[in-house]
C-alpha cells in the first residue's frame, strides 16, 4: 500500500521514498550508494580538498547568446541511420531518447524527417493558401496567422515507422533507433478549424489535402472530421520559433496521428470530396498484409511504450542494489492511464509510476524504482491508454498484420540486461 | 457567452473563433487580414510563380548533429545589461520573453545569473555531501542520485530582482529587461526530501544550508519545512542535461520560491538548528522599508503577469482589426486562477483566455483575442492566483514597501501602444 504511486503528484509516497534504500537490505544510504563520509573510509580528495572550480572564476556566459549543451554531452545528439535513406537530403534525424529525461525534446536534438532537404523560408517569404471546395478562397501571410486566436498543447509526434525494423525482428541495437523517431514539444499556433470557418467549407467538402513548400510538398489528405478537430497551424514550438528543419515558419500538427501528415513549411490546404491518393499514402505509408491487400488511412498511433534508461546505450554502470527503470509511454487516443514493467519478460507485471499527469496525445514519462539483485534481466513496459487498450506483443501484432508491414509497430520491446548490466534488443516469445 | 473562453480545454469556443473575423466589422477574412486571392486584387508572386525553395533541394540536416535556430531569429537570445553588475563573470541574462510563445522556456536562451563565472564540473568529478545535524553524514557521486527515485515537474524560475528596476518609476523599456529574469522549465531529478531522509535529519535540524561548488558559493539558508515539501536536486531540464550556466551536472529547484535559492553546481547541504545570515541573505536578498527596517526571507514569488506582446520590443505591425494579446503569469503559490487585461490602464478588465489548465508554480500563457480600433492603449495584465492574492498596482506596492526596495517587485506592467502600434514602457496613477 505505501509502495503505490501517488496518482495526483506524481511522486513517490513518503513512505516509500524513506524506505526505498533500506529495503535494498543494505546498510546506511550513504554506504549502499558508494558514500564516504559515513564509513571512515579513504578520504574522497574531491570533497576534502579545494578544486580549480571553486579557486578561480567561471567562464562569462555573455559570450554565448544563445547557449549549447556543455561539451561532456556532445554524444547526446539527433543521429540518423546511412543506409535507411538514399540521400542526406532525404533522411531522417533520430531522437536522443535513452539520454533524455522528463518529456519535453529539446528542438535541438528532436526527431525530423525532410524529403527533399530543409529549406530556407522567410516569415516575409511565407504564404499559406486555402483552395478547393470553399467560399472563400484565402492566402494568409505569416503576420495574418499571428492575429488569430492562438493556442498552445503539448504533442507527441510519432513517425508512422518508427519501430518499424522490428517487424522482421530484434534488429537494431540502440532505443535512439528502434524508438526514436518521437519526439513531443509545445506548439503554439491557430486552430486549423479557425481558418477553415474563415475560408468556409462547403457541404462537399469532406478532406483537406496539405501540402509544404519544400520540393517535394509531401502532400497528405485528411479527413474533414480531424481537420475540425485539434489540428493546429503552428508557428512556436517549446518557446520559440520552429527551427528551420521542423518547418520555420509554420508546420501542420496532427495530434496522435503519424508524423507524415505534420506537414512542414505548410503552403497550401485544399478542400476537397475525397482524398488525393497521393505517393505519400499509397506507395507509402499503407501496411501490407499477409495475403497481399494493404491497410490504408492507419493515421492513428496507437499504444506504446519502451524503456529508455536501462537499455543498450545505456547501460546499468553500478552493482545490485537501488536502480530506477525509466521509459516513455504514449497513446494517439488520448491519455495514458497505465504503464506495467516486468523484468521477467512478460511473466509478472508491475504497475510503473507516472511522473506526472498523462497529457492527451502527450508524452508520459514513467518510472519503476527498482531494487537490482544483479542477475539477468528481460526488461519490458507495456502501455494502456484511457480508452483501454493494451499495447500488444509484437508476435499478437504479427499474427493480425504478418510481417511484410514497415509502419505502425507498437509491439512490446524486450531488452535483455545481462550480470555485467549490459543491455541488448532481443526478443522473447 | 459565446465569446467566453473554454476553461477545459483552453481554447476559444468554436463559435467565438468563427466569428472572430468578422466581428471585425470587416468584409470575408481574407480580405480583412490582407489575402489577394478573393479579392481579385494584384496577383502575389509569392503565390503565383514557383519560388527557389520548391523548385531545388533544400539543406541535409545531418551536418548539424545539435540543431540551433534559423538565422532569421538571431535576435531571440538572452541578452545581459551591462551597466547593471560589473563583470561579465558575475552577470544576468534576460530571457527574450517578447519573442517567445507558450509556457516552456528553451535553456540555450533560458535567464539565468551567475556570481563567479559559469564552472565545468564533470558527472565523474561531482559530489554532493549532506552534512551537520544528520544521523548519518553521506556524499553521493552524480551515479548515486541517478540510483534514487526520480521525479519530473515544470517550475518557473525567477530572480527576485525581476522588474526590480520598476521601484523607481517606468525606467527600462523592454520586457525583456524588465520581466525576463525567469524561466520555466520540465525539471527531472530527485526530491531532496529524499536525501535528507536517507541522512535523517535530527531534531534540531531546523534549516538547511545550501551552497554551489563555484567560487561565489552563493550560500542561501531554507527552512526545513521547504526543504522536505517540494524542492529538488535536478540533472535534467527540459528532457536534456542541464546546460553548464545552468549548473551542470546538479542544481537545485525550489519551486515557488526566488531564483537565488536554487543554487547551482550544488555540492553540499548542510543541516543547521538556524539560518546562517550569509552575505547573500543579509546584504542581499532583503527588501528595505520606508522607516529602515529590512524585510527578510521573502523568498516566495508573489502572482505576477506582463503582457509580452504588444510590448516595447514587439510593437504591433498592422493596422486596426483583429489582434492577439499574448501575456505570462505565474505565482509561487501554486496555480493561477484567472488573468484580467485592461487597454484603458486599469478602467475596465476582461478576462484573458488561459492557453491550457495553469500548474502549479509554473508560467501559465494567457491571450485576449482583441479588436484594434487604432486608438492608443494603456494595457496592462493582472494575475489572480488560486489563494485569491491579486496582483497589486506599483503604487499599491509602494505605499506598504516605499522605493528603497530592489527585490519583489511584482506590480501591474502598463505599455503605452501608440496609434502606429508602438509600445512604451509607462505607469499610470
Redesign the interface.
Known sequence: MSDMPNKAT???S?H???A??RTAGLA???AA??????RGATP?P??TEV?P???????????T??????H??DH?????VEWLTA???S?I?FTPIH????????????F?R?H????????E?Y?L?I?GLVE??????Y??L????????TAFCECAANSGMEWGGAQLNAVQFTHGMIHNM???GV?L??LL???GVKPEGTWIYVEG???S?NGRSIPMEKALDDCMIA??A????L???HG?PVRLVVPGWEGNLWVK?LRRIGVHDGPIESREETSKYTDLLPEGRARKWTWEMHAKSVITSPSPQMPI??GP????I?GLAWTGRGKIDRVDVSIDGGMNWQTA?L??EPGSKALT?F?L?HIWDGEPMFLQSRAIDETGYVQPSKDQLRAIRGVNSIYHNNGIQTWYVNARGEAENVEVS
Open positions: 506524481g511522486q513517490p513518503a516509500s521514498r524513506r526505498f534504500l546506511a544510504g550513504g550508494l558508494g558514500g564516504g563520509v559515513a574522497d574531491l570533497i578544486q572550480w571553486a579557486m578561480f572564476l567561471g567562464e562569462g556566459v555573455d559570450a547568446p544563445y547557449g549549447m549543451p556543455i561532456f554531452e547526446v545528439v539527433r543521429r540518423n540521400d542526406p537530403v533522411s534525424n539520454a533524455l529525461e522528463g518529456t519535453i525534446t529539446p528542438q535541438g536534438c528532436a525530423e525532410h527533399s532537404g530543409a529549406i530556407e523560408l522567410s516569415k517569404d504564404r493558401m483552395t472563400r478562397p484565402l492566402v494568409f501571410t503576420g495574418d499571428t492575429r488569430m486566436p492562438r493556442i498552445t498543447r509545445e506548439y503554439t486552430s478549424r479557425t470557418n474563415e475560408a513548400a519544400d520540393a510538398s508557428f512556436h517549446n518557446g520559440e520559433a527551427r528551420m528543419e520555420y513549411w554502470s553500478h542494489g537501488p536502480m530506477v525509466s509510476r511522473a506526472g514519462r518510472y524504482d
